[in-house]
């Protein structure tokens, strides 16, 4: 797919850098030289030129780019007047980082719906992940049900899945199971090889370094937790 990143801050940086690692092409955008020749190397490509200016914007790829994201976060004016542009030149899918509920109100009056705030949506997911000790992921389906990736239990180490009685727990539906892939991982980067699900996988001896994926409500996850 084809990515248009403005705004290389912090987020908009790592996003870019994420998605070129991912083997999509991305152009990254900058009114600010430094950090386009700062990223050069680690993004497909990168520009600078005024993002509010429309001339300028008028020669960036916009008919060819699968979603262009805009990543101005905390200069309210440049990401709402650089958004208000690219609805003006026809671009369908746009994607706005916002920093405020203000923020959020006036890209969607523009026609923007899809908005995202990394900083609130981080902050989330870490309050869940302090709360429940013994979490190492989290994705939220609702306020309750939640798709979570665990240690596995003291009470599952050194039995195999056929020795345990899945339907025990209550309200839980586990989903997989992962565990370092020694081959690949690296004293700073850990991989992880995923067994699918636990029912394919009945010779399976759990031990201390694998981590459960499941899915239930926040309450059984919890009372699984204290296992």
Known sequence: MNFIVIGLGNFGASLAKIITALG?????????????????????????????????????????????VVCIGHDFGSSVMTTALLKKLGVQRIYGRESSLIHKTVLNAIGVSDTINPEYDTAVIFAEKLILSGVWGIYNVSDDIKIVEISVPDEFVGKSVSEINFD????????????????????????????????????????????????????????????
């Open 24 to 68: 999509h092409d991305v152009i990254g955008v900058d009114k600010e030289m430094d950090k386009v020749e700062f990223f050069k190397d680690k993004i497909k490509s990168t520009i600078s030129m005024d993002i509010t200016d429309i001339h300028a914007l008028k020669t960036l790829p916009l008919r060819d780019c699968d979603m262009v």
């Open 168 to 227: 025990d727990k209550a309200g839980i539906e586990f989903l997989a199971v992962k565990y370092p892939d020694k081959k690949l991982s690296t004293p700073s980067l850990e991989k992880w090889t995923a067994a699918g699900l636990i029912n394919n996988n009945q010779e399976m001896v759990f031990e201390n370094d694998m981590r459960l994926v499941i899915q239930g409500k926040k309450k059984d996850i919890i009372d699984l937790l204290k296992l």
